[in-house]
């Protein structure tokens, strides 16, 4: 059964913290993503990696960063965070190529 | 600018009536076409997919989609919702050229018992 996991459910941080959110999947994909959920606007890309160490921006990758050391794993990094990225934000990943993605439980980031 | 539509944030039935969520998407060029649901609290999980082989696909939880060219279109109906069937719904799009899926903003599905 395909895998993937996310640090934390809930997350409260202040403004101005750097906040670190972690991804693992368990299925050796080669692609990973980051997005971000808001009601109304449903998800949109922060950042995505198709290969370790690779990445590229989304839609939306201002105020964020990735890294991805190795394969299994995807890190997003909120270098300051500020109230407007408070958000439910979902990883995923999938094989190379136009392929199902596969989603964790999600996060949601409350920034106070 | 490739995108994907929903037709209706929100859409109610009753229990036991024909489920449809409409989505239509903008592309010359035939693409893969996915629905997936979202419990509370949780992350999206795959209901079905078109990958250019028959134009009627099954999934899970008797739900079904067509994929008609010519209207661009790919509804989701169910003939007969069941309580456990209220969720958000996403309708993506991705093309062949590219990993990256397009979603459409969402349909919350409410039923009434």
């Known amino acids: 059964d395909v895998k993937v996991t996310q640090s934390s459910r809930y997350l409260v941080k202040r403004t101005g913290e750097k906040v670190f959110l972690e991804c693992v999947q368990d299925?050796?994909?080669?692609?990973m993503f980051w997005y971000r959920q808001d009601p109304g606007l449903g998800l949109r890309l922060i950042y995505f990696s198709y290969d370790v160490k690779m990445k590229e921006k989304g839609d939306i990758p201002e105020g964020y960063s990735v890294s991805r050391e190795k394969k299994e794993r995807f890190s997003l990094i909120l270098e300051s965070a500020s109230t407007n990225q408070t958000s439910m934000y979902l990883c995923a990943s999938s094989r190379q190529g136009p392929d199902t993605q596969y989603f964790g439980p999600g996060t949601r980031l409350t920034v106070l | 600018a490739q995108s994907v539509t929903q037709l209706g944030s929100h859409v109610s039935v009753s229990e036991g009536a024909l489920v449809l969520l409409r989505c239509n998407y903008s592309s010359s060029v035939p693409p893969y076409l996915f629905w997936y649901v979202q419990y509370p609290n949780q992350g999206l999980q795959l209901l079905l997919k078109y990958t250019s082989a028959a134009t009627l696909v099954k999934g899970i939880n008797g739900f079904e989609a067509e994929f008609k060219k010519s209207e661009t279109s790919f509804h989701l109906t169910k003939p007969s919702a069941h309580m456990s069937d209220a969720a958000e719904y996403f309708c993506a799009v991705m093309y062949s050229s590219a990993s990256k899926i397009i979603f459409g903003s969402g349909t919350r599905l409410s039923i009434r018992p």
């Open positions: 299925m050796d994909h080669e692609n």
